[in-house]
């Protein structure tokens, strides 16, 4: 199963577009559904069944404090230096082929990672 990816609209296009390129399933919520709130961009990826790529720490909360459900949530907390640096480090998680995000909440630093299960 093609695990399939939503960039929330602090993921620079560019990296999205050089991502879909390259062969990976990832959509942006800047291209399409701009200005959704966070409730409302878990509620759409929920539907959809899309894991969400953010840097917004706010989604911790909505899944741990207000139990709102989740497909899978990515969050970021690397400095975003450079669309380069964010392209390098989402593709390198989405190439390991032991990486499966579904159910979890995945927390990324630059030399590690934590991975809360949320089924």
Known sequence: MKIRYLA????PLVVIKELSEQGF???SIASSKKGMTD???MKFAF???LVIITFDKDFGQLIFKEKVKSK???LLRIPPT??????SFIKQILEDKEFNPL???VVIYEKHMRIV???
């Open 103 to 105: 159910e979890k909440f």
């Open 82 to 87: 450079s669309p380069d640096k964010i392209k």
């Open 8 to 11: 929330d609209e602090n993921i």
């Open 39 to 41: 409730i409302e961009i």
């Open 47 to 49: 539907d959809k069944e």
């Open 72 to 74: 899978g949530i990515i």
């Open 117 to 119: 299960d949320l089924s």
């Open 25 to 27: 399933s990832i959509e």
